[in-house]
């Protein structure tokens, strides 16, 4: 009996579409990397997204089932950081906690693996998001210095001690930092991307034109108080000190100042440069979904309402960056609507040249017909409904946690500037793609 | 009958003897429970199959006390019987031919350590709810299980006297450090441990080995270190207690009896001492106390408890960080707000030291401090206002402004927001006139230093809910305090009965008196600090403020008022007591007070009168029996609800003498007529001010006892 009204639960969850909502986001402050963080674990910084986001839909912990962080550097001390960082905000114990990863899009992930989860009746209440302190990157030793110190445990009496310590050599002790490379090509992104705006020519003034734009509407945004309303205040013990903006907003920015940085990447032919990058930055958000039902029954207030998603995977070689114009294709086409329905749009802005690519791939036949199995283009992008209120190249990306600020962001515009649809997009390493549509809730 | 208070399991010939008391959900010391100690010690000395056996609790304490109440004695006699069975009892224990291990995990107090003193050898939990006491001395005894001569003998004198003489809790790491436990064990190899150390213990003998210094050595061990030890002892009890509680003296009877004159005379001594206090009217009034206190626990309301997740908390200030910090760690979040950022980050720093220094000690894992401190939220705007379910206002002492923020808050907050305001003296009623919500209007006064003083003053107004009261008591409780609940009036209870107390020390000043010689008077009267230090640890501009107020309008009418102006005019000259080390003492330039030595320059505002050599006792009739009047006629005006709220709230408040049992005990004490005959002899030579009231007289031409 009890079996046959799970089955029915779990069809009924299937069937009904628009039943996962999302209620509010909240985030840390981000700042570059190795500013006012570094002292930190990311657990910690997950812990003040957390219970900031508590705070602010006074939601009590008790009701939350499940809480999924994505991260991307990830400490050996903490790898479930979910765990560690929902534990510290007060979240009861009996609430399991996972951590995911998929490069930039791992909040993402974490968001769609929540929504998920309450689409099967695993959960009603879940709290996705994510944590990146790249300030607290562990750095380790060479490989072949791990081994030595691997069989060192095994050591027994003096001989083998003296053994161990003159194996040991200069080079062994130089540190080695995890970079920001691809495997598979041992290229860093930031020469993908160069390689791709090539491809795709993208203008170095077509680039810092976009930076410029980034800077100066995350600018406006936060002078009217948009981007206040998605924080938290961070204070840090022992000295308490109040962290309550982002620090990679630079809306005074000169364009010709742009104009005179080198490139980054490639010194001869590149377009990138440090302005038109996303800076490394360290922050934590989180958002709470939830479904309908459940929000009703806690009296919580949804902003707006998943209709679907998708995730893609691309050729590492050539397209690393090009996953939001495949994954835009994709989940139009599951949803049955149209780029142009949409209201708002939220791209996560890697580099400058990244997001101009894929809107140029948008807005190609060529691209259509050959890569997406299309007869013509998606659409055409309208520059002025994307990312009204600065992006990643200029309120920062913190890795793991971007993709839950894209969520939030999207559903307060959706709200502030009136409109129905809302579309996310992201790019990843590893050549992956996500994209989400949001409706805007209206009870 | 067994049954009751113990399940048997045999495991290997060691028997567990869980401690497992029926219908309680802790173990508790009864003379029942004696009783059955010794048939389950015969039990198990004549089982043959049995070899060794373990005391060890299945509740989560290992012993939690003693059931005070079940135990009585009015004569010399009445409790003799009962100490001398628990301690033949105690010693078939300790020479018995079988082992006996005591196994504990959680809190063991009085009997909890002394029946494990009397076994073979001691395991504990390293668990941090472990804990051991001989708590006694609070309550005016002594440890009568054989404390004061099994405890100096295992841990040395030194150690023993620390423990008994000042009751405290002594954690596991600490109890194996000074040799009272002999192993410590996680909690859940408690029983495989206990159950090999008694097996070991079967043909061996446990050695002991503690590291003990050479002094340490000296002072525990040789006659003559002793007796420097008795020394210095006895002149610190003396120092503290100013001979006004006879226990700790009797503690340190016992044990040097008992190490000079062997044990048989030192158990002697203690069953003799032990009725002693039993009978004595100091430790009855402690007990009394203690009563009063745990029946306080009892929220009367409970019923109408309403939803307290949020706790906010108007203004940061030494206040307001105080009351944050006793919230910390309850399941409640609070938001504080200031108008000032850098007061909210100086009040976070102070409580992120106070859990870092908890940390520390282990009382707290550095997640539960991580916790702690990230329910602590700091704003300067009223952001997410609408959470706060109990708003606790302690900003600056002014009606204007406290009306103004209260209907400021009330755009932010719920309809069911509770206004809590801290204040001392102004009136709640007026504070709440334009509430929108007037029943959800409350009173909380608490007192500073907050973390430290015990009591909750709740005062609620004619318009105040229950779910109002009910909410804030509960928060009051979970916040360790003890709560007496009056209505509004002047000054409440605790200050109302304060000021004409304080008044009249300053009254004694304008005519001669002496600031050290006052307050060494009251503190030898049983008061712990005098007027004086207390006005300067409260704040000259605290008391200022709170005698220029209702309050002091209200004494100014009465006939025959006469009121001191000399704290307003300290007030006025800047002075403001401890913390800005102007006061009534003097203090060296790192605030602390230096002994013996006033401000002489106050005297100024005393008029300066030429010194007058006081008669004791008029000192301590003069103030005292002011503040015992006033009590009783807030019992007759209803301010306070009934004569153990007004006990409590004089000795927890304001530390009026502990072991006569507040105001109202010490009149059925001594009697009405008694306090009516010595005021009305006082009314004659200083004034009207100290006419009885009609409730005293009432009393006093009756044979009727507040109790």
Partial sequence: MQCEINEKKRVLFMLEKNKIVFIDGCRTPFLRSGTEYLNLMSYELGQFAIKGLLQKTGLDPNYVDQVIMGTVISNVKTSNVAREAALASGIPNKVHCQTVTQACISANRAICNGINEITVGNADVVIAGGVENTSDTPIGFPKKMRNKLFSAQKIKG??????????????????????????????????????????????????????????????????????????????????????????????????????????????????????????????????????????????????????DYAFTGQDLEDELLLGPAYAISKVLDKSGLSLDQMDVIELHEAFAGQVLSNIKCLESDDFAKEKLGRDKAVGKIDIGKVNKWGGSLSIGHPFGATGSRLLTTASNRLHVEGGKYALIAACAAGAHGHAMIIKKYEA | MIDNYFTKEVSDGVAFLYLNQKDSKVNIVSPSLIDVFGQIIDQIISDDSIKAAVFISAKKDFIAGADIQSFKAEEVGDFQPISRKGHLLLSRLENSPKPFVAAIHGTAYGLGVELPLACSARIASNHRSTKFALPEVKLGLL???????????????????????????????????????????????????????????????????????????????????RSIVYKEARKKVMRQTLGNYPAPLEILNCVETGLKQGQKQGYEAEVIKFEELMIGSVSKELRNLFFAMTAKK???????????????????????????????????????????????QTAKKHLWKNLSKQVKRKSLTKLEAK?????????????????????????????????????????????????????????????????????????????????????????????????????????????????????????????????????EAMLLLEEGGDIIEIDNTMKAYGFPVGPFALMDEVGIDVGAHVMTGDLAEMFKRRKGAVMSEGLLKMNQAGFKGRKNIKGFLAYNKKGKKIRGKANESVYEFFDKPLKVKFDLSDIQLRTTLLMVNEAVLCFQEGIIESPQDGDLGAIFGIGFRPFTGGPFRYLDQVGSDYVVKELERLKKLYGDRFSPCDLLLQYAKSTNSFY
Avoid at chain 2, 164 to 176: C, E
Avoid at chain 2, 320 to 340: H, P, Q, R, T, Y
Wanted: with cysteine; aromatic share 6%; glycine share 8%.
């Fill in chain 1, 158 to 307: 003096l001989g083998d001690s003296l053994k161990f310590i003159f194996s040991l050599r200069p080079s062994d002790f130089i540190p080695v930092r995890p970079a920001v490379a691809e495997y598979t090509t041992g290229r860093t992104m930031g020469q993908d991307c160069d390689i791709m705006a090539a491809r795709y020519e993208i203008s170095r003034d077509q680039q810092d034109d976009f930076a410029l734009r980034s800077h100066q509407l995350a600018g406006i945004a936060e002078t009217k108080g948009y981007l206040k309303n998605e924080m938290c205040e961070v204070s840090l013990e022992p000295k308490f000190k109040v962290i309550k903006t982002d620090n990679g907003i630079r809306p005074n920015s000169k364009r010709e100042k742009l104009a005179s940085l080198r490139a980054a990447f490639d010194k001869k032919h590149g377009t990138l440069t440090a302005a038109n990058s996303s800076f490394l930055t360290d922050g934590a958000a989180a958002s709470l979904i939830a479904s309908e039902s459940k929000a009703k029954e806690l009296g919580l207030n949804p902003k707006s309402i998943i209709i």
């Fill in chain 2, 143 to 225: 440890p009568g299980g054989g404390g004061t001569q099994r405890l100096p003998r295992l841990i040395g004198l030194q150690a023993s006297l620390d423990m008994m003489l000042t009751g405290k809790n002594i954690f596991a790491r600490k109890a194996k450090k000074i040799g009272l436990i002999d192993e410590l064990v996680h909690h859940s190899k408690l029983k495989i441990a206990s159950k090999n150390l008694a097996l070991s213990l079967v043909n061996n003998t446990l050695r002991r080995k503690r590291k003990v210094s050479f002094l340490n050595k000296f002072l525990d061990s040789t006659s003559i270190g």
């Fill in chain 2, 298 to 344: 009892k929220n009367p309301w409970s019923s109408d408890i309403g939803k307290l997740n949020t706790l906010g908390i108007l203004g940061a200030g030494f206040m307001g960080s105080g009351i944050a910090e006793v919230s910390l760690n309850k399941g409640i979040d609070i938001v504080m707000k200031d108008v000032n950022a850098n007061t909210i």
């Fill in chain 2, 371 to 503: 916790n702690a401190i990230t329910a602590v939220r700091g704003q300067v705007d009223y952001s997410d206002f609408d959470k706060i379910d109990v708003l606790v206002e302690a900003v600056f002492e002014d009606m204007e402004m406290k009306q103004k923020i209260l209907a400021e808050v009330e755009q932010y907050t719920n309809d069911d927001f509770i206004f809590a305001t801290n204040t001392s003296a102004l009136s709640i009623e007026e504070i709440g006139k334009y509430a929108k919500h007037p029943e959800n209007v409350i009173g909380l006064h608490y007192f500073s230093p907050v973390s430290k003083m015990p009591l909750l003053e709740i005062v609620r107004t004619a318009h105040t809910s229950n779910r109002t009261i009910a909410t804030c008591y509960d928060l009051g409780l979970n916040q360790g305090k003890t709560n007496i609940v009056v209505n509004n009036g002047p000054g409440f209870y605790v200050n109302r009965i304060l000021a004409p107390y304080l008044n």
